[in-house]
């Protein structure tokens, strides 16, 4: 019928990474790589001066460690939270918050 192939293209839809998930991915892979340039740094420079090689992998861990930002996962979270809470003011039900950024970066939506 004309309703289950709809059903069946609709279902058969593939779910891309959003714009939001990106930017995100891009944020960490930079925070990563700096954290890692930093350790690596200042794992050569203690081991250069004399320090002892394990001293010198615990300031490695150290500083990567200190890089994480850990309050990155909850400000994101809040963030989408609230906005979706005032979109569900407006009548309008969002059950993945990464949808939100997507809905939000709507410009025109057509319907028939």
Request: hydrophobic share 55%; net charge negative.
């Amino acid at each position: 019928t004309v309703m289950g192939r709809i059903a069946g293209l609709a279902s058969g839809l593939e779910t891309g990474e959003t714009p939001i998930a990106k930017e995100i991915s891009h944020f960490i892979h930079i925070i990563t790589g700096v954290a890692v340039f930093l350790g690596v740094t200042f794992f050569v420079i203690a081991f250069i001066l004399g320090y002892h090689w394990l001293d010198a992998v615990v300031f490695l861990i150290g500083i990567i460690v200190a890089n994480v930002p850990e309050g990155l996962l909850a400000t994101v979270t809040v963030c989408l939270t609230l906005t979706a809470k005032r979109m569900a003011a407006k009548n309008c039900l969002v059950k993945n918050l990464e949808a939100v950024e997507t809905l939000g970066s709507t410009s025109t939506i057509c319907s028939d």
